[in-house]
């Protein structure tokens, strides 16, 4: 059974109890209500109190009915309603364990800081991608709405160690979208003390707050207001351009992706032109841009372009093709033969 329904159901047995007592002290033997209350609570509790008034025959038969099935059911309520509450707040302390050991566990992770319209996007994109993730949220009621299968920590991000119990030393990124920019400030100064090799990107709201977030320890500084500016300003001025874009990075589109893919040290494609390696000729994937380790960024790179270890491709294909491209630039020989047999 529900455990809530079960405490309901107990609950309302115990208040049908002492209600039956109290009318039938009060009809049997003509006391008012709070002698007759007071005289059922003590019989059900079975304190042993001297009776507020003698009792008649007939009150006598009715005190022995109400003991022999009321002081039983009252057991039963209290004993149901007493186990709910154990059993609850149990199985609440095991799981917060299991939560805390799991983001114990976590490494190479995300932390998202701030569970409103932002984050929320955030964090169904990087679920579908499969990306492990913590949230951090100081709102309990949002905390207590979010799925279970999310790690999250109820506390306020910009203390040192609540990151810490999110496993900030170990993540390889932190995203914070709070709704103050003072909050997001504090954020970054303290995940970039606690971790200098952290990647970070802040949400910046007020106009100026980009440079200080900047200044403050965030690889990048992303503003939703300027952003939808221009993507509004875009859809009327270069409606299919954005067109393009919305169906190229669309979540789970199947038929066309862009994806950035890095070149891992002892890749077999490192040292070898986009001619050579046959990328476009059997993939049918476009290359527009490789970022280089230095951080140059080569658009529109020719076929003689050659690829580098720690290179960022910046590709667009299927997506099945993408991902037998990021078998390629890693260590599967295999890919390319099962991309010709395609």
Not at 185 to 203: D, F, K, M
Not at 273 to 280: F, N, V
Request: charged content about 25%; aromatic content about 6%; proline content about 2%.
């Amino acid at each position: 059974m529900d455990p809530r329904r079960q405490l309901g159901i107990s609950i309302a047995l115990l208040v049908v109890v002492i209600a039956t007592g109290t009318i039938g002290y009060s009809l049997v033997e003509g006391w008012n209500l709070f002698d007759s209350l007071y005289m059922t609570v003590i019989t059900l509790a079975t304190i042993g109190y001297k009776e507020v008034h003698e009792l008649s025959k007939a009150g006598r038969a009715f005190t022995i009915f109400l003991v022999f099935f009321g002081v039983g059911a009252m057991a039963y309520a209290v004993r149901n309603a007493t186990k709910v509450m154990i059993e609850g707040e149990l199985r609440e302390v095991l799981g917060r364990r299991r939560v805390e050991k799991k983001i114990r566990d976590l490494k190479g992770h995300q932390i998202i800081c701030g569970y409103g319209r932002m984050g929320r996007i955030v964090c169904r994109e990087l679920f579908q991608r499969h990306v492990p993730f913590v949230v951090v949220e100081n709102n309990p009621e949002v905390v207590a709405g979010l799925d279970k299968e999310v790690l999250i920590i109820q506390g306020d991000a910009t203390q040192d160690n609540v990151l810490e119990e999110a496993g900030v030393k170990k993540a390889d990124g932190l995203v914070s979208v709070l709704s103050s920019d003072a909050d997001n400030l504090y954020v970054v100064l303290s995940a970039r003390g606690l971790n200098p090799n952290l990647t970070i990107v802040a949400r910046a709201g007020e106009e100026g707050s980009e440079q200080k977030l900047l200044r403050a320890g965030a690889d990048k500084v992303v503003s939703p207001y300027h952003i939808g500016g221009l993507r509004i300003a875009h859809t009327i001025l270069k409606p299919a351009v954005v067109d393009f874009i919305e169906f190229a990075t669309r979540s789970g589109n199947l038929e066309l992706q862009i994806e950035e893919i890095q070149v891992r040290e002892g890749s077999r494609l490192s040292g070898q032109s986009l001619d050579q390696c046959g990328i476009r000729k059997e993939l049918g994937i476009i290359v527009v841009a490789i970022k280089r380790a230095t951080g140059e960024m080569e658009f529109n790179p020719t076929s003689d372009s050659v690829i580098l270890a720690g290179d960022t491709l910046i590709a667009l294909g299927e997506s099945s093709h993408l991902k037998i491209l990021e078998e390629m630039i890693g260590v599967n020989n295999s890919a390319m033969s099962r991309a010709r047999s395609e």
